[in-house]
């Protein structure tokens, strides 16, 4: 990587901070999580984004375009902790890891069934020394949480109905579920399971990327359920 290319990758970074309401000092850490990124991708191949710019939008932007659905779960309290928010098949850290380095009174926990992206995200966290988050080797529907979260996530980890009946039993009375889709097909949304309810479902524009993006918000309507029982997950 040359000066040059890290430069305009800094740059671009700081224009879409900027376009995203963010300030422009988070960048570097931003940046360091790539360093370690691309580090570890020699080895490893944890994604097959190469380029840094690309890595700019495709990862870094890409993540950080929900960061004010997840401000508006927060409480307006100025000393009250943060969202407890987990990041289901995280892969990376993506989009938890940009989560927890933009907003550190978030509470962050990670989750993939990929050993080696799990020691990725570890020694991401170490790295950038982020205490406010941590990364569990475990698939969704087996994670037993010491305490329900209040934001459950993830970015194109499954069909919207799946996603929700695997990680029921992860949130609160009161969770949210903030679901990053690219192309939004309406079933997902129409065959939704029985005790789910789709708050909105808006377009996201992230920064210097041509692509669709959306985020749904659901609510649960009824009471968690069971972890449920299943031999296989994608």
Partial sequence: MTRDS???ARDQLVDGLHRLG???SLAEPMLAYLHELQ???KAYNLTSVRDLGEMVTRHLLDSLVIIHALDALSSPEPRAPGPAVVDVGAGAGLPGIPLAIARPQARVTLLDSNGKKVRFMRHAIRTLGLD???A???RAETFAPAAPFDVVTSRAFAALGDFLRWTDHLAGAHGVWLAMKGKLAGPEI???PEGFQV???DA???PGLQEDRHLVVVRRVSGPAAPPNRSEQP
């Fill in 204 to 206: 996201l524009h992230v």
């Fill in 190 to 192: 129409a065959q939704l």
């Fill in 199 to 201: 708050i909105s479902a």
């Fill in 22 to 24: 963010l300030d422009a």
């Fill in 132 to 134: 406010n988050a941590e």
């Fill in 39 to 41: 580090r570890w991708n």
């Fill in 136 to 138: 569990h080797q475990a």
């Fill in 6 to 8: 890290a430069q305009r």
